[in-house]
């Protein structure tokens, strides 16, 4: 892959040539790169935070978004390639993007055989858990709102605004077709620390869903549990990003 198809992919909030570590971020479901923006003001200055930035979005607008994941996944870690796995990295994703990151980290491991530096999810329960919600991505519009504003995914500038909606509609059904059609393939564990973190007012992913993660990793394992709701970017963000600095400190890469 060339480096354009590498920078369709990664968003650098702000590119950092003297990095020890890169951090691949992947966000929610029907977020975007953005979402990751301030997040070098908050984490160590030798941490060059790479955001993930599927197609269907932003500057990918005109690009169909996926809706299977070992397409995603495959297309993504070839688009990094050598120049993006250069340093140590690490992974982290939120809710349904903690699904992506796993894989990646996955992928990376089988191809190139290099671990992360750390593994972080938050919000998801462990990959070879069932789902315990009904699939969303094919329900009538109305429905599949309904049911996004149960789960408190849904901010008011959104659901409030038709147009924005029905811009917002085909990334939302394409992300949760990726993730409601994942289908986990049991994999050697990881050999790096995981961290999993989940909400103290989540009412989606209950904390028996995330110590399994610690199946995932012959590595230390930590459930950390912070005073926010499913939404830790939106609802416990500087929590979060004070968890992830030490971690990445105490694990001697940042």
Not at 45 to 56: I, L, M, R, S, T
Not at 173 to 189: C, G, I, N, V
Request: proline share 9%; glycine share 6%.
């Amino acid at each position: 892959m060339n480096a354009a198809a590498a920078e369709r992919w990664i968003v650098k909030p702000r590119p950092n040539s003297l990095a020890r570590v890169r951090m691949f971020c992947f966000p929610i479901a029907g977020g975007n790169a953005s979402a990751f923006a301030n997040w070098p003001d908050a984490l160590p200055d030798d941490v060059e935070v790479c955001a993930v930035q599927y197609p269907g979005r932003q500057q990918r607008a005109a690009e169909p978004p996926f809706t299977r994941m070992p397409l995603a996944i495959h297309s993504l870690e070839k688009a990094l390639g050598e120049d993006y796995l250069d340093l140590p990295y690490a992974i982290f994703g939120t809710c349904t993007g903690s699904f992506a990151a796993y894989e990646l980290a996955q992928r990376i491991v089988r191809v190139h055989g290099l671990q992360p530096a750390h593994l972080f999810i938050s919000c998801c329960r462990a990959p070879h858990l069932p789902d315990r919600d009904a699939p969303i991505h094919a329900l009538p519009e109305a429905a599949m709102w309904a049911e996004l504003e149960r789960l408190g995914g849904t901010p008011a500038t959104v659901s409030d605004h038709p147009e924005l909606r029905a811009l917002l509609s085909p990334i939302l059904r394409a992300d949760f077709q990726l993730a409601e059609t994942y289908h986990y393939r049991e994999l050697p564990p990881l050999a790096c620390p995981l961290t999993a973190f989940g909400g103290v007012h989540d009412p989606i992913v209950a904390v028996d869903e995330l110590e399994p993660w610690r199946a995932h990793t012959t590595g230390p394992f930590e459930r950390r549990m912070l005073q926010g709701g499913h939404y830790l970017l939106d609802t416990a963000s500087d929590e979060l990003l004070r968890e992830l600095a030490q971690a990445l400190a105490e694990d001697g890469v940042a």
